[in-house]
């Protein structure tokens, strides 16, 4: 399921967020699946139950989940994919970091290209 690690730099919450979006991407989680509780998920992770609860927050916000009221949390039914200007700019962000940092490994162009088209496959289960 989900892997946190303490060690990186990306926030805790974050990698949940990660996690649940690329759990969705590679089919293991579909439309309408029901999600651990708050409670459950920070047990299983060992992480504190406000860190899940702020990620379960950040994924309604983009209607990647839905809260139903004394059921729990549900992938969404309704998700339409929407570019938002905002995370379009934090993504070309991370774009030209990762291209500095090829840069200095001595990666090229196609280099970075297929390892990229790689990742991007593997994310949807070898598709």
Known sequence: MLRIDA???????EQVIL?????????VLKSGDK??????????????????????????????VEVIKGKGT?????????????KLNKLMIDFKKIILEANYLGLEEK????????EYRDMRGGI
């Open 111 to 118: 280099d970075l290209i297929l390892i990229l088209s790689q």
């Open 35 to 64: 999600l651990p509780s708050v409670r459950e998920l920070s047990t299983l992770l060992t992480i504190n139950p406000n860190t899940v609860s702020k990620a379960y927050m950040e994924l309604e916000k983009e209607h990647i």
């Open 7 to 13: 060690r990186i730099s990306t926030p805790i919450y």
């Open 74 to 86: 549900f992938i969404s039914k309704n998700y339409e994919k929407n570019i938002s200007r905002e």
């Open 19 to 27: 996690g649940i979006k690329e759990l969705i991407l590679k089919g």
